[in-house]
């Protein structure tokens, strides 16, 4: 799915109505109506609910008063509330004359601000995406009473006071919805970390805007769903032997940090590797062998930390990283894999704060090697701290281009970065993965599907980002957020990638 800005969006909209030869308020009656099925099968109202309609002076005020008139004309006791303003929009107008006359409206009167209980809803339809600047007056006055109710918000489109694509100043008023209920397409600003507090849980209504027009939209941004995903991963062919999917090599773990070379391992064995042989120092031999029987496993000399690269030549991919350490000893093994392969290399974890620590190591980088920092671990591989998530956004960007490697922030949405300036933000996933862990296992799952040399460098990305949440929302049912584990989301990578084999 593409992510437009809100420029982009207002042109869609415009492309809708004249392909399609209606009115903009056609396609106002089709959004304010999709907003109006969500509140009556999703929230399920008693008639009793006390419900406030909050409008701004534009189209998205002009949602907000056709959602007015049909709950009123459902029954609900809805009292409409419109902020004061110099000009509305024309469509705004024409459905402030299509008002039912017994609805209660009432001008927002910063010295009177509507009485709303804990208990009612509030339907904000004050500005979305025409906001041209951060709240300040009665407008802000307005916000900061509907957060300081605790009522529940129901946002048209954006929460107010939020910009669809850009910051917005710090401290100045926005909206703190419980839900919003977007047209279609995503925001940028519902992905970022920064803004979770504003959008709250964010659904897409159908609005029917024009396919084509968003064939043609160009951006560089994407949101990725399951439908698109489905039939990207090959399924095996009938005479297909363990050589078909690549042999990979998994540089990891440390004294103390053999689990996570073994939850690497494992992950990269259910991702469908050909064959797996995991480097461990000598203290995480035995362990590895017990815990995977189906990886090979070479012993380092040293007892604790990695300190020689085994030869290369056998392995289609290698992956460096997870509960490495970061000795000197180690460091220089990483210098020598990074100067000598000549396959994809997966880079996380401790290999990445090598590259932060010693930032000499970055020309090195293969280009079209994946990395996977986390973003504390990105803010130390560019040395610099982001001024927010939007910066963030930039800086990975820039990094993804100049290294020209594949660059993934992780997170709720995690972000992957293409040389080419492409950003991809992943669409599965739950908190429950926020536990140790849970990185080790995508770099397993990227390692094996790099391996298979069937796949791009970003379908191979791209579907392990997918199948990496897909499983973990998998086993959810199973587990619970809380008791869920890195291994628990091993166990549903077959499940999860198998659904990405059937189209
Ligand atoms: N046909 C369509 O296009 C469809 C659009 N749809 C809906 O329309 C919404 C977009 O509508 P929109 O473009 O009218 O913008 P909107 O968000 O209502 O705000 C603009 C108004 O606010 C004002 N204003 C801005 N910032 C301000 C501030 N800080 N403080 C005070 N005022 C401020 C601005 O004034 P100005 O900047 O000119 O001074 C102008 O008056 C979209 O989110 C969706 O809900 C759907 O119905 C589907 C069909
Ligand atoms: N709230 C969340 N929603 C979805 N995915 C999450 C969430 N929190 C963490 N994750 C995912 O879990 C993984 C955590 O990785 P990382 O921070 O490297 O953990 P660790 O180093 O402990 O293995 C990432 O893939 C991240 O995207
Ligand atoms: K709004």
Redesign the pocket.
């Known amino acids: 799915m593409k992510l437009l800005s809100a420029a982009q ?2 042109a869609l ?2 492309a ?2 004249k392909a399609q030869n209606i009115s ?2 056609d ?2 009656e ?3 109506n999709a907003v109006t099925d969500w509140l009556f099968k999703e929230l399920l109202l008693d008639y009793d609910t006390e419900i406030h309609v909050c409008c ?8 907000g008063l056709v959602v007015a008139r049909n709950l009123h004309r459902a029954g609900y006791p809805v009292r409409l509330w419109l ?1 004061p ?5 024309a ?2 107008t024409h459905q402030q004359h299509q008002l039912p006359a017994g609805l209660a409206v009432q001008e927002v009167n910063p010295d009177k601000l509507p009485d709303i209980a804990a208990t009612a809803m509030v339907v904000d ?13 009665d ?1 802000a006055t307005l916000v900061r009473h509907l957060n300081a109710s605790g009522a529940t918000v129901v946002a ?3 929460p ?2 939020l910009f669809a694509d850009a910051p917005q100043p710090a401290g100045c008023a926005v909206v703190q919805a419980r839900y919003t209920l977007s ?1 279609e397409l995503p925001k940028l600003a519902f992905l970022l970390p920064q803004n979770a507090g504003f959008v709250g849980d964010w659904r897409l209504l159908p ?1 029917g805007l024009d396919a084509q027009a968003i064939r043609e939209a160009k951006t560089n941004l994407f949101f990725v769903t399951a439908d698109e995903m489905r039939g990207r991963f090959p399924e095996r062919p009938k005479f297909s032997h363990k050589g078909t999917f690549g042999h990979a090599l998994l540089l990891a773990g440390s004294q103390g940090k053999i689990g996570a070379a073994v939850l690497a391992t494992q992950a990269c064995l259910r991702g469908g590797v050909g064959l797996l042989t995991t480097r461990v120092p000598a203290v995480g031999y035995d362990i590895l062998q017990i815990s995977a029987p189906e990886a090979m496993c070479l012993a380092d000399p040293a007892a604790d930390f990695l300190t020689e690269l085994p030869d290369l030549a056998p392995y289609a991919a290698v992956g460096i990283g997870p509960g490495l350490g970061q000795q000197d000893g180690t460091r220089e093994v990483l210098r020598q894999l990074l100067t000598t392969a000549e396959v994809p290399l997966v880079i996380d974890a401790d290999a990445l704060n090598l590259l932060g620590a010693n930032p000499e190591l970055q020309s090195l980088l293969p280009p079209g090697s994946l990395l996977t920092p986390h973003p504390k671990e990105f803010e130390r591989l560019v040395g610099e701290p982001a001024r927010d998530d939007y910066h963030r956004l930039e800086q990975l960007r820039s990094f993804a281009n100049h290294t020209g490697c594949y660059c993934v922030l992780k997170g709720a949405y995690t972000a992957l970065a293409t040389p080419a300036g492409h950003i991809f933000f992943n669409s599965t996933g739950n908190p429950g993965m926020a536990t140790g862990g849970s990185g080790d296992v995508l770099t397993g799952l990227l390692l094996a599907l790099h391996a298979d040399q069937r796949l791009s460098p970003l379908d191979a990305a791209l579907l392990g980002l997918h199948a990496h949440g897909r499983a973990a929302d998998l086993a959810l049912p199973h587990t619970g957020h809380a008791g869920l584990l890195a291994s628990d989301i091993i166990r549903f990578i077959g499940p999860a990638l198998s659904e990405l084999e059937i189209l």
Request: glycine residues 16%.
């Open positions: 969006t207002h909209d415009q809708t109505i903009s308020i396609l106002m089709r959004a304010a701004g002076p534009g189209n998205n005020g002009g949602d902020l303003a110099a000009r509305h929009s469509d705004f339809a004050l500005f979305g995406t025409g906001l041209s600047r951060p709240l300040e007056g407008a048209v489109d954006m107010s006071g047209f609005l």
